[in-house]
């Protein structure tokens, strides 16, 4: 048995998986990758990722977040991620993150 | 300094035994957290990775043995040294116990000292095998030539370059670094980090490698000094390679022409140069615009050419060194402010050692959380 790590909302055209962790670093991207990928073969193609509580992100939590986002492209989806704090945010505009994923500031009503 | 004390958590529902073991131990050094029940301790274990874990066997609800069952099912905790604590001296229980791979099971009525000593030895033991495997792998590695960082910098005349790299609490990382001298006329200069920490990241940074290497020497032969055609190419190999599929790494290209000083720069998903021009006396970061290699066909890569001039100064890093602590003991990625710390050390004849002294000191080594790579280039 794993901790909880993700909480999940479904919205009206996208699931939100909501990030219950504060640090997301290698101890967790296993986790949190394999249970994405359970959700994305469940049928869930369009997710966003909300960051809310997460204060930082190490490359291997990054590495797993685009590896999932390949598997949702595989699959005509998409994956996004919302709610980034100003580090976060601006690590990804930094190395470019900003062109691999859509980033929406707040969670939005539906993906566009 | 108590991220260097040993994390020890303590379950028992006595409460006196738990006040008892978490006043001796916090006295040797230990950092405790004491839990009075299975409970306890596993909210305690979402947010914790103990160095050992001391458990009284017997306890209401879920005794110590659920509380091992649970442990083992955990890949980030099956692996922590695992203590029975116990009055209870039944030995088929004692058995069952190290059945369940707990390295030792401690009588309660042990005096205290000697429970710290076993817990001590316990820890040593362990640490001492790592660093065996540890040396043992590096050994066969090394026997295999498989090295993710050149043993030295190549010498270029009319340059000073040189790299830093500290890896992750030692263990061989993701980063990778390497020089190719054409004709001592061109001199490739290669910085790239694989997602990911340890092993699985150090595996995948030789395959990286040899397509970076197998590419550039391709393009040389066709005349094609492009960084910005090689890094499409290599990107577009690393997008059919199955093994490297669900791989990910940012890389720095540069390509430097000795006589001219022209720089030809193209990044994957990497941290912006940083440049010291000598005659403006300041500094200015140099950003790609290319996305990380594996991502997508289309990687965006473009070339940036700088010239260097006499003095001026240039700095490859990975992400490892912008990374540092917050005041509440967590940790930030914050490009800025290394870029402002740069301000202090670059411009200067010694830049490089001062970089080293500072950024690559013993104790800042100590607060590293990934793998630090830096390439310093001087022209002369």
Not at chain 2, 64 to 91: A, C, E, H, Q, W
Not at chain 2, 304 to 315: I, S
Request: hydrophobic share 45%.
């Amino acid at each position: 048995m794993n901790r909880i790590m993700i909480e999940t909302v479904q919205h009206s055209n996208y699931l939100e998986v909501k990030l219950l962790i504060s640090e997301a670093n290698l101890d967790i991207a296993e986790q949190f990758k394999s249970e994405m990928l359970q959700l994305l073969n469940r049928g869930n193609n369009y997710i966003i990722v909300n960051f809310q509580n997460v204060i930082y992100v190490d490359s291997s939590f990054l590495g797993a977040l685009v590896s999932v986002l390949k598997h949702a492209m595989g699959k005509k989806g998409d994956l996004a991620v919302a709610e980034l704090n100003k580090d976060i945010g601006n690590l990804f505009n930094l190395i470019r993150m900003n062109k691999v994923f859509k980033v929406y500031n707040s969670i939005p009503d539906v993906f566009a | 300094m108590l991220e260097n004390r040993k994390k020890i958590l303590l379950v028992d529902d006595d409460r006196m035994v738990l006040q008892l073991f978490s006043h001796a131990l916090t006295n040797e050094g230990f950092q405790c957290f004491p839990a009075d029940s299975v409970k306890e301790a596993i909210l305690i274990l979402a947010n914790e990775i103990p160095d050992i874990i001391l458990s009284d066997y017997l306890m209401p609800d879920q005794d110590g043995f659920d509380f091992r069952k649970y442990v083992l099912l955990d890949k980030r905790l099956k692996n922590i040294p695992f203590v029975f604590l116990t009055s209870y001296t039944d030995r088929k229980l004692m058995q069952q116990g190290l059945d369940m791979q707990a390295v030792d099971y401690i009588d309660k009525i042990t005096p205290v000292p000697l429970v710290i000593s076993k817990l001590n030895n316990i820890l040593h033991t362990i640490s001492k095998e790592h660093e065996k495997s540890i040396y043992e792998i590096r050994a066969a590695a090394e026997a295999l030539n498989l090295r993710s960082v050149p043993a030295e910098p190549p010498r270029l005349d009319g340059y000073f370059l040189n790299f830093l790299y500290k890896s992750f609490e030692d263990y061989p990382g993701g980063d990778f670094i390497d020089f190719i001298t054409i004709d001592d006329k061109y001199t490739f200069i290669i910085l790239g980090d694989v997602m990911g920490k340890k092993w699985g990241a150090w595996f995948f940074s030789f395959n990286f490698l040899s397509y970076i290497r197998s590419a550039i020497r391709l393009c040389v032969f066709d005349e094609n000094f492009s960084t910005s055609s090689i890094l499409h190419k290599i990107n577009k190999v690393i997008l059919m390679d199955p093994v490297l599929s669900d791989v990910l790494s940012t890389l720095t290209l540069l390509m430097l022409e000795h006589e001219t000083g022209e720089l030809h720069y193209s990044g994957a998903g990497d941290l912006p140069l940083v440049l010291f021009s000598a005659n403006e006396n300041e500094l200015v970061a140099v950003q790609s615009a290319g996305l990380l290699l594996g991502v997508m066909q289309d990687g965006l890569y473009d070339e940036k050419t700088v010239t260097l001039n006499k003095g001026d100064q240039l700095l490859v890093v990975s992400d490892g060194m912008i990374e540092f602590s917050r005041k509440d003991g967590g940790k930030k990625s914050d490009y800025d402010l290394f870029f402002s710390q740069m301000k202090s050390y670059l411009g200067h004849e010694n830049s490089f050692n001062l970089i080293k002294d500072v950024t690559f000191s013993a104790e800042r080594s100590k607060e590293l959380i990934d793998d630090c790579s830096l390439i310093f280039l001087q022209k002369n």
